[in-house]
């Protein structure tokens, strides 16, 4: 993954964004696990362009909301495709003056689409606080419509220019539940950030790395 964020005034960015994520060891299979034939190859890829804006001063604390539009494309063995989309989210933090931090958001919500839509919520506070150190735990799920659910407990530290944070993930979907573990080590340089995650693969798939880099543009 790859973004950018401009600061078009106080309170207001715009930003975009280019995401690519691909799986490489999918076997075919019939009746049997015996393999058939080589790999099937599975792709996709996401671009977004979006706009938030940051308010201080409500009763219910300092929040963020945003838009953004998306078009996402993918193949998978012989087939490709691609649909367009249009998410939303908010982030509320110090709700009602407590260190609570609340978020939500959508992923893929488009009626204009059968891509099957996400709905993400979560909450994390400090737990530790000491000069430029910060630990945060907290919880987060997301539903897609007819697939499925996640549910993730995790904590994060802070310290100076480096974020490291991970947790353990619960998925259930079509019956089958699976746990995963997700690691990440982001660091912080100027208006740079530079991040590496991991995370354990389900139904005997390998695990799956992200790599993101993103400048602020001021």
Known sequence: ??????????????????????????????????????????????????????????????????????YRWATVDQDNGGAFSL??????????????????????????????????AAVDAPVFRRD?????????????QSRGRDDYVFTSVDYRWLNVSGGFDWTSAFGDQDRRLRLAVGLRYASYLVAVAREDGAAGLGANYQFLVTRSIR
């Open 132 to 144: 430029s150190t910060v630990v945060r735990a907290g919880y987060s799920a997301s539903v897609t």
């Open 87 to 120: 998410d939303g989210g908010v982030i509320v933090d110090r709700i009602l003056g407590t260190p609570l931090r609340g978020a939500a958001s959508t992923f893929l919500l488009s009626a204009k689409s059968d891509e099957a839509a996400t709905f993400m």
């Open 1 to 70: 993954m790859i973004g950018a964020e401009y600061r078009i005034r106080p309170g207001l960015s715009a930003a975009m964004s280019f995401a690519q994520a691909s799986v490489s060891d999918i076997i075919h299979t019939e009746s049997d696990p015996q393999s058939i034939g080589g790999e099937i190859p599975y792709g996709t890829s996401l671009l977004s362009a979006g706009l938030a804006m940051t308010r201080r001063g409500s009763s219910l604390g300092i929040w963020s909301a945003g838009l953004a539009a998306r």
